[in-house]
């Protein structure tokens, strides 16, 4: 352990949040240096990589609109659960690599994964950075580097309520004494709200919309409770009966409305988990309240509907895109104190 804290101070040692959107990763002492969609291109029908396999994240995402015929762009871990191993590592090795560069010291690497994967992904994930150059590689779960990014004190004998929506996942896990007491994934987040507003719009306006559009409506005007001020907003599609270009314009309260399916499930994956913890811990939330973090507690009034349903003071983290990332390199600094809940996990020490 000496060692390798000497070593630490060497090697470009960095923490991942790999999320179903967004790949991060946090270096110590400079904060927050990668922050790119989890998204890799490929030729189509293949899985070979474009560009030498370096169309990985934000190249990737520019290639797509340009030549749309012969690319396919894959998110492998879209629903929480890994689509295609070699993809994955791609994109895993490609991130890495241009962090930690080529030649030093071979870095530490503490990766947040979605806590529903399998035995068999997580090892996938190990391999893959291991190849990638890691020295070692820790796992953590996503809603415990979420705890920890938020400053929660997860490691107390007092309950951690933490609630991630992300892009195609949402994780709800109550926490304490530095391991998750109960939890529930389910795979309904941000995507699913675009989903939820192109089929709105297909439904009520015959208006065809793609999903960056959509992103953009549920950015500019989504909501989950109503807002002091309802807005509007002008957006163009293509008519799907003339099949002609055609400008719209939808406002909050319809939008809110369009978006109350997904939004149910991911409240209802919280009351669930509420209804699974222990009743001490449960008690000790009426006073500690959840916490929001994820793409999808920037939505406007999530805390408010939230708060409703569960009866729970919820609060949206500070910074809830990148509280993973900030969350797993603080794990990173304290590896000793993770200890005794990384044995179960099976991964990290020997
Ligand atoms: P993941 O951890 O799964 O990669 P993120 O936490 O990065 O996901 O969140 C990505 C999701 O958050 C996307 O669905 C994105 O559209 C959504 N998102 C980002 N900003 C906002 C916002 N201001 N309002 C609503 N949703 C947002
Ligand atoms: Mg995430």
Redesign the pocket.
């Known amino acids: 352990m000496f060692l390798d804290a000497i070593w630490g101070w060497f090697s470009m040692d960095m923490g991942i ?1 790999l ?4 790949t991060l990763v946090c270096v110590r002492n400079e904060g927050i240096v990668l922050n790119e969609p ?1 998204v890799v291109a490929v030729r189509k029908g293949t899985n070979v990589v474009l560009n030498n396999g370096e169309a990985v994240g934000l190249v990737a995402r520019e290639m797509l609109g340009k030549t749309p015929g012969s690319i396919s762009a894959i998110r492998p871990l879209k629903d929480g659960v890994i689509s295609d191993f070699e993809i994955t590592e791609a994109m895993l090795s490609y991130f890495i690599n241009k962090v930690h560069g080529r030649g030093g010291f071979k870095p530490r690497v503490v990766i947040a994964v979605p806590s529903g994967i399998t035995a068999v992904e997580r090892r996938a994930v190990v391999d893959s950075a291991e190849r990638a150059g890691a020295r070692k590689v820790y796992l953590v779960d996503e809603p415990m580097a979420a705890g920890i990014g938020a400053g929660l004190p997860i490691t107390e004998p007092t309950a951690s309520m933490i609630v991630d929506i ?4 949402t994780e709800v896990a109550i926490m304490s004494l530095a391991d998750i007491s109960t939890c529930e994934s389910i795979r309904v ?3 699913d ?2 989903e939820a507003i192109i089929n709105h719009l297909k439904r009520t306006y015959n208006l065809l919309i793609g999903e960056p559009r959509a ?1 953009q409506v ?2 500019q005007l ?1 909501s989950a409770s109503p807002l002091e001020q309802e807005l509007t907003m002008e957006i163009a599609g293509r008519d799907t009966i003339s099949g002609l270009p055609r400008k719209i314009v939808i406002t909050s309260e319809e939008i809110r409305e369009a978006l109350k399916e997904p939004i149910s499930s991911i409240i209802e994956a919280a009351t669930k988990t509420l209804e699974k913890a222990e009743p001490e811990l449960a008690a000790d939330l009426i006073d500690n309240g959840m916490y929001l973090c ?3 507690a ?2 406007r009034g999530m805390d408010t509907i939230f708060s409703n349903a569960t009866g729970l003071t919820a609060k949206r983290v500070e910074e ?2 990148t509280c ?1 990332a900030r969350g797993t390199s603080v794990y990173l600094e304290n590896l000793e104190l993770w200890k005794d809940t990384m044995d179960h996990n099976g991964f990290g020490w020997e």
Do not use: W
Request: aromatic share 0%; hydrophobic share 20%.
């Open positions: 949040d999320g179903t959107c967004n989890s992300g892009g195609g996942t987040g941000g995507d709200m675009d992103e549920k950015i989504g994820g793409g999808g920037l939505l809830p895109l993973v």
